[in-house]
């Protein structure tokens, strides 16, 4: 069976997935994003100590 667009409806259907799993790794990005930058700048400080530390 085809669509309007005349795409075989499970093509049709595993596009549709994918747009979905796009959609969630957009999301899922943001909300990794702002503890990521909190994690480089956790690391950037702890190296900084640490030369500090060894000098």
């Given at each position: ?32 994003a702002d503890p990521e ?6 690391a950037a400080a702890i190296?900084?100590?640490?030369l500090e530390n060894a000098?």
């Open positions: 069976m085809k669509t309007r667009d005349g795409t075989p409806e499970a093509f049709s259907r595993k596009l549709s997935e994918h747009e979905q799993l796009k959609k969630k790794h957009t999301k899922l990005r943001q909300h990794c930058e909190r994690l480089q700048v956790y190296n900084l100590l640490a000098a």
